[in-house]
């Protein structure tokens, strides 16, 4: 089979490498310029690609085209392969053909990562053969050519479902929905969520979802996918999971499992206190990642063995440093409203908020009342940061304005005293002062960590 694949980089480079492993004839074509850890990996294997253009003729000759998920619908490349009719799957789709293993594949608005990384870590701890792939930066693909493990863990965005056809989750995951990328899909939420829903039309095993998010819940009660369901919920008399509830939170705190074949009544217990994740939605992502791990045959020991030495993954609610009792929280990825809501509400302690940067047309009624609870100060770290300032500062004690982050930690720190958590949660994107929210989250621990040094010098 003559196939193409658009876009040379990790899933890309990682397709054209399984397709040539397959006995394909391989050409890959990339409208930018190709990162050299990427072209050695094609030069090495004696693969054809082209970069900086996009040679049509040589495109519409494919059977199949293997498009990278970060290439819009609307692109003229693809428009004239719709045109012609030609297949346009996914890395995932593609290297589903070539695996036997059961893929545990996790969407969602917000949380994907987190909960695709834990079940990994749950899955890995307890002795399991595990691979870990999708949105995460690793390529199925690249995988599936030793094709090694039993299980794999798939963070998946609603680019890649869109273009997933026939493959087939052991296990999927839908975590919450909420706008986001909505430019790719005409401006609609409904559009966006059944791009979401799309990672259960072919689950073999369950379909694992979050009741408590308002507009999965939606979605799911008007697909066909609600019946014989997973749901996890935040407690027992919500009312949200009906006879799909499967775990939920009780007032102790544990969480509470009670899946298909148990005895009526039967609960199972399991302990969350020492794992690391703070914050109701990290209760909902470890709802979901505890009901996968017992689903694929762990037992409570081994999941709370396994909470207990799960580390995250950079910039997501992690604590980078603690000057004279005051604690230092870098959540960069927080980069939208609800991303930031969540860090307010799961920490407890009096917080300096450092908050700012491009904003996305954010609303921030929602968060008001919680900054009015729990923000005693306000740093906003921008460019322009009228607007975020207008909103709190009738609901924050204090409010002010900086555009470096140097500043903005040597002022959060002076405001806030012993007991205090001082959170990076921008609740906005980083391009405004900073590459990306990574290198934003990166300045944050090395302003800290010099804060640091010159405080105990």
């Known amino acids: 089979m003559n196939i193409v694949i658009l876009g040379a980089a990790e899933s890309g480079v990682g397709a054209a490498l399984l397709a040539q492993a397959k006995g394909h004839s391989v050409f890959v074509s990339d409208r930018g310029a190709i990162l050299p850890v990427y072209k050695d990996k094609l030069t090495q294997a004696g693969i054809a690609f082209e970069e900086n253009q996009h040679t049509l003729d040589r495109i519409l000759a494919a059977d199949e085209v293997i498009k990278s998920p970060g290439i819009p619908e609307k692109a003229p490349v693809v428009q004239a392969l719709r045109e012609k009719g030609t297949s346009i799957v996914s890395e995932i789709e593609f290297a589903g053909r070539y695996t036997r293993a059961k893929s545990i594949c996790i969407t969602g608005t917000n949380g994907k990562t987190t909960t695709t990384l834990l079940t990994y870590h749950l899955l890995k701890s307890a002795g399991l053969s595990v691979g870990l792939a999708g949105n995460v930066g690793y390529s199925l693909a690249e995988q599936v050519i030793e094709d090694k493990h039993d299980y794999y863990v798939l963070e998946l965005s609603s680019f890649q479902l869109d273009d997933m056809h026939e493959f087939r989750p052991w296990v999927a995951m839908l975590l919450n929905i909420t706008p986001d990328h909505l430019d790719r899909y005409e401006y609609s939420l409904e559009k966006y969520a059944h791009s979401k829903l799309r990672i259960a039309r072919n689950v073999s095993r369950c379909f ?207 405001l806030a005293e012993s007991g205090d958590v001082v959170l990076l949660s921008p609740c906005c994107a980083s391009f405004d002062l900073f590459k990306n929210y990574e290198d934003r989250g990166r300045q944050f621990a090395q302003a800290v960590k010099a804060l640091s040094s010159s405080a105990s010098a």
């Open 208 to 414: 694992i979802y979050n009741a408590a998010d308002p507009e999965t819940n939606k979605a799911v009660a008007a697909s066909e996918f609600q019946k014989n369901a997973l749901a996890f919920d935040k407690e027992f008399d919500s009312g949200n999971a009906g006879e799909n509830r499967a775990a939920w939170y009780g007032a102790d705190g544990t969480l509470r499992l009670h899946l298909p074949g148990y005895p009526e009544g039967m609960v199972e217990v399991v302990s969350v206190a020492q794992s690391p994740l703070i914050g109701q939605h990290n209760q909902q992502n470890m709802a979901a990642a505890v009901l996968a791990a017992r689903v694929a045959g762990l037992s409570t020991e081994q999941i709370e063995a396994g909470l207990a030495t799960f580390q995250n993954a950079d910039h997501r609610l992690q604590l980078v440093g603690e000057i004279n009792g005051v604690c230092f929280i870098n959540d960069s990825k927080a980069t939208n409203v609800e991303a930031a809501w969540y860090a307010l509400d799961g920490i407890k302690q009096p917080i300096v908020w450092i908050a700012g940067g491009t904003d996305k047309g954010n609303n921030y009624n929602s968060l008001l009342g919680l900054a009015a609870s729990r923000v005693k100060a306000l740093v906003c770290l921008g460019v322009d940061n009228e607007k975020l300032h207008d909103a709190f500062v009738e609901v924050v004690p204090h409010v002010e304005e900086t555009q470096s982050m140097t500043d903005a930690v040597a002022r959060a720190a002076a």
